[in-house]
């Protein structure tokens, strides 16, 4: 697969990975957030970890979508499924995210409602085509790399008077998420989470642009490389970060210019302002109220808006007691922390929103990292 | 977050759809998010539309960083 | 001459044939009467010919060779019924035959029953059971009893099939899956997650175009290869041979591999580079953000194997046309976690764990 298969080259890798250990300096640490969960996952996919040496070590950030849902807003989903009995259309990240009262959508669908899997957000509008008699409401999530499909939609809907088709909009921003980790008091005041840099997310890079991040470089001296999606990147991005520490700089460095500007995608970033606004203020799980932090859809839009087409209300819903997810996203402590890890909460029976996606810190943990608890002995 | 891969550009269907190959498997997108893409072209896909044209010649680019990273690390002692 | 009597005598005997173009199941044909006679007399039974079906009793009454019997159950309700390289019935057959034969058995009979759906239409029905029909000769395994019912509109998917096989494995010959011992090799007889892409690819809003074609198919006869190419070793030193062999379907090569682990409580360390996957499954996967590793298989093996006999079973795979493509991919390994754990292409380590749920494709 061209522009794949070239940047998960392990023996380039493997060089790089020895060009990070010559270049970090003696007795000095290195502590690095990879914001983005696909970064994540392609971590511990490809076991980048153990291609890096001991003096960096990685801290997974909150970007992943479905794990700062709060259970309030998959509870609005549920609602509409079995009470409204619309045509729920979901992306498959949020079928199994738990809920109020033991449920999520998977069972809620198990239970009636009718909860469909769509891969675009064009497919939610195809359905609600198909099915004129029907409501069909779209549960949009993402970052703003999934946001503008979701503003085409609701054009194009509004272009086409479909009265059926509406969405509950749960799209939300990096920067305010970034924002939110640098101003915690662990990481401004305590400094208990040492933080020396970011890797910046790839594909909403794409679409906003390495600009919106000069902010943070310049603001709390951190230096940040936007890193591609692939393993290849996300080594190179470390290895600029580190080059970046030791130099005492604090830029906003693109490693990933293959597909990222300085201005970013300005026909998505139009097409978004002209169907989205701010939120005052938006919860994410674990990280609490955020100010300015995610998008509600325009009063022009409002037909289009579930939750005033449905007059639904958000409550908020604490999450169990034991559940460190809070901790985990804000990179204050590792999912082997966790009371409940692997134990009460897997990614069988999740309890908490790092276990329910495959690029939670605790999933990717829990599915690719486990074996790093024990040293394996292999047999001769 | 944000599952999104590279793939060429097949053939245009009007303005904003498209029909994108990946190893063979081919697939009909949206190109309403990107202006100017044509056949031969890569793009990153999300979702089912096109977020970005993917510039081959950055491509190479950091390729040959990556690669010079690695010729570094073989002079070390 | 009677008043208003056609001309025309009837013909005796005569029963209005099966609307195969245009007709549907419907209740009658799951009562027990004559519409369900008909519909086995001239759907399945003809479709399936044998001495046991022809003799019309509720059960097939024969001796087996000398040996253990095997009898394995299997499923299907897979949707679509029809999808490329495949249908439900030919996964039936070759299901429940494969299921009997990496218990080292040779298959030897079939039974099959099937749960339509109200509505069903009769065209499907024969082009399903044809094609078990077809699977079922070229395997050499008859199906020898079957039942049929009917149920309501909208309680089926068309139709569900269960299939039991029947099977014989002679003395001596023990593979189970609790026999891996730290050491063996890890044998795959080809590509990886060509039946379940193939599957995905019709799936309603997942859908492309592509050449993946389904590997649906009976291995018993590569099972027999298999298991003589190793008969001599295992005959001088019962500790060799191969210790275990199963059908990767459901959940993949990832879940079988679990299976093995945990059944024998041991470790397993695979090589990425070496386990086979196609270009065009390869891609497809990246569309959904799915693992190859989870997704099903129809006419694959994964063989655990003594070291000592690792190449000439791998040789075996790779000379019949099941096995073309057969590799080692990996080898058992002493680990109190049971953890099956793979060597990235990267040069990284990553665990392979059990599936959670089904592998939904992402967006993240």
Redesign the interface.
Known sequence: MKYIDEFRDGAVARQIGVRIAAEVQPQRRYHFMEFCGGHTHAISRYGISDLLPDAVKMIHGPGCPVCVLPIGRVDLAIRLALDHKVILATYGDCLRVPASSGLSLLKAKARGGDVRMIYSAADALGLARRNPQREVVFFAIGFETTTPPTALAIKQAAAEDLANFSVVCNHVLTPAAITNILESPEVRKLGTVPLDGFIGPAHVSTVIGSQPYEFFAEEYRKPVVIAGFEPLDVMQAILMLVRQVNDGRAEVENEFTRAVTRAGNLKAQQLVSEVFELRRSFEWRGLGEVPYSALALRGEFAAFDAERKFALETKHVADNKACECGAILRGVKHPRDCKIFGTVCTPENPVGSCMVSSEGACAAHYSYGRYEEDPIKTAA | ??????V?VVEKKGDDLAIVD??????EI?L????GVQAGD?V??????A??????D??E???A???E??????V?P | MDEGRSNKPVKAGYVRPLDLKHGRVDLTHGSGGRAMAQLIEQLFAAAFENEFLAQGNDGARFALPPGRVVMAIDSHVVSPLFFPGGDIGALAVHGTINDVAVMGATPIYLAASFILEEGFPLGDLKRVVDSMAAASRAAGVPIVSGDTKVVERGKGDGVFITTTGIGVVPDGLELSGDRARPGDRILVSGFIGDHGMAIMSLRESLAFATEIVSDSAALHALVAALIASVREDVRRDPHRGIRALRDPTRGGLATTLNEIATQSRVGMMLDEAAIPVRPQVEAACEFLGLDPLYVANEGKLVAIVAPEDAETVLAAMRAHPLGRDARQIGAVIDDRNHFVQMQTRFGGRRVVDWLTGEQLPRIC
Do not use: N, Q, W
Request: charged share 20%; aromatic share 6%; hydrophobic share 50%.
């Open positions: 977050m944000c599952l999104a891969i590279p060429r990946l190893s063979g498997i081919r697939k949206s309403a998010l990107v202006d890569y990153i896909l999300h979702v089912g539309y977020l970005s044209r993917l510039d081959p950055e491509a680019r950091t390729l960083l990556f690669r990273a690695g010729v570094a690390a073989e070390l």
